[in-house]
């Protein structure tokens, strides 16, 4: 295992930016070629099963979640109802999954994984489990998780700010970026 995680040195002040705040320059670098790094994976992964990487998130979703709808998968992947069917067929095709009788709405169905995509997704995550072990200090997993946890949440809170300013509403605290702000920092 490589330790990547170093440690500042004793009374060393947070760098600050420009304009006096906490510059996080070098977060968003690595956070950027994170994104780009596990696209690509995620890519290669598809690839592999010869599924999209839409069909693989659907994947990921049904398998995370209990009892999952198409209208709850549609409503994840923000895929129209037509795509989300055809992609639904596709994965019901090549085996990764299947339809069955909701068990209290007989109007509805609920999507389950089939032995074929519960193991498309274990190898996957045994794939993230490794990388992980390879590349953290296990002294830092803990941090690490609420930490991503924590940026998460704060992407998501600085994202509905910013769509609450965009409809006219109350705007943004000041110094977040708001929706557009943060998907231009994070892709940039």
Sequence with gaps: ???????????????LDHDGLLDVSRVLEAFRALQQQNERVERLVATYFSIGTSDLRCLR??????????????EFLELSTGATTS??????????????PHPTDRRSVVLELAPSG?????DIDDFYRRAFRDAVDPNHLDFLAVAMRAIGDSLTR??????????GETAPAAGTAGAAGAAGAAGA
């Design 1 to 15: 295992m490589t330790d990547v995680s170093p440690q500042p040195p004793a009374g060393s002040a947070p760098p």
């Design 61 to 74: 979703f049904v398998g995370d979640h209990e009892a999952p709808t198409p209208k709850t998968t549609a």
């Design 87 to 100: 992609l639904l067929d596709r994965l019901e095709t090549a085996g990764f999954m299947h339809r069955a």
């Design 118 to 122: 519960r193991k498309a997704i274990d």
């Design 158 to 167: 600085t994202a509905a700010e910013g769509e609450t300013a965009e409809q």
